[in-house]
């Protein structure tokens, strides 16, 4: 039972919440479909722009409704610090 509890607290740690406008570059590399180059352009576009929408994180290049399908559950918007 304890083993049991352990993964599910491992698993729940490795799909946390993450922040689209704070979030590091190793952080965003961490949601499904992103590799260096998408959390390089993420970072890049947040520079200029701050997120107050999920679905603005579609003006980045190379992001897509699909990439927002797949990651909705494990992306949040916190506040902007441009």
Known sequence: MKIFI????SLGLLFASVDINNAS???LMKLNGVGAKKADA???Y???NCFNTLKSLTNVK???????EKNKKNLIIGKCKR
Do not use: D, M, P, V
Request: aromatic share 4%; net charge positive.
């Open 62 to 68: 190379g992001i897509g409704n699909k990439f927002l």
């Open 6 to 9: 352990g993964l599910i607290i």
């Open 42 to 44: 993420i970072i890049a």
């Open 25 to 27: 570059k190793s952080e």
């Open 46 to 48: 947040r520079k200029e």
